[in-house]
């Protein structure tokens, strides 16, 4: 019973090649966040989207986008891959904390290597 | 700019003893959150704490939070080898309708036999 889904789970490609990560869910939930998780470091936020209003964090790369076709679907883009673009990237959900809810529904991740 | 410290970073300890990790936080915020992360792995939810001198308790896990001193605390108790894991407390900055998470730095336990 998956709940947040990311593909692949193990993402290898080369410097300067576009890679796409994805995420999706089952939970119906309002807000995606994405997260970088370098090696030995804290979880750090990139941007998330509530509903389709995207909100990127100031020291977020360029080189990163996103995108949200619909609720259940979110996919992060790296234009240009570099070296230390190596990590693990983590999709989390959240319903409108409006609403009582203040849990965060995190993914198993997707390990990215850059060769 | 929320900053949130947690201390120690690394802390071994042996089996049956009891230890305290601690989470600092910069800036006035109701919603903290502790997270257990095996390696390799994604972050697994312990405790949501949302008010001051809120208390929450599983198995031989015990987190509070103190909002005034901007401080909480995951408790362990008795400690066994299947507690060993990075542990990270995260605040949320935002106060809005989402969840912005900044996480501490994250304590590495170790529990030896």
């Known amino acids: 019973d998956a709940m947040v889904i990311q593909n692949p789970r193990y993402q290898v490609t080369q410097f300067g090649k576009p890679v796409t990560l994805s995420c999706s869910q089952t939970?119906?939930?309002?807000?995606m966040y994405w997260y970088q998780q370098k090696s030995s470091q804290a979880p750090k936020l990139l941007f998330h989207?509530?509903?389709?209003?995207?909100?990127n964090e100031a020291d977020t790369p360029d080189n990163f986008q996103s995108r949200r076709p619909n609720t259940s679907f979110c996919f992060l883009d790296i234009r240009s891959p570099g070296l230390g673009d190596a990590a693990m990237y983590l999709c989390?959900?959240?319903?409108?904390?409006?609403?009582?809810?203040?849990?965060?529904?995190f993914g198993p991740g997707t390990r990215l290597t850059v060769t | 700019e929320l900053k949130v410290e947690q201390n120690p970073l690394f802390l071994s300890m042996q089996e049956g003893k009891n230890y305290t990790i601690y989470c600092n936080y910069s800036?006035?915020?109701?919603?903290l959150y502790w997270y257990r992360q095996d390696p390799g792995k994604s972050l697994e939810s312990l405790f949501v704490?949302?008010?001051?001198?809120a208390v929450k308790q599983e198995g031989r896990l015990m987190a509070s939070l103190d909002t005034k001193a901007r401080l909480s605390t995951l408790h362990i108790t008795a400690a066994v080898h299947d507690l060993s894991a990075t542990y990270f407390c995260a605040v949320d900055s935002y106060g809005g309708a989402t969840n912005k998470l900044i996480f501490g730095t994250g304590t590495l336990l170790a529990v030896q036999p």
């Open positions: 989390a959900t959240s319903r409108d904390v409006t609403v009582e809810s203040y849990e965060q529904y």
């Open positions: 800036t006035t915020s109701d919603r």
């Open positions: 989207y509530y509903d389709k209003d995207f909100n």
């Open positions: 939970l119906n939930h309002n807000v």
């Open positions: 704490l949302l008010s001051n001198g």
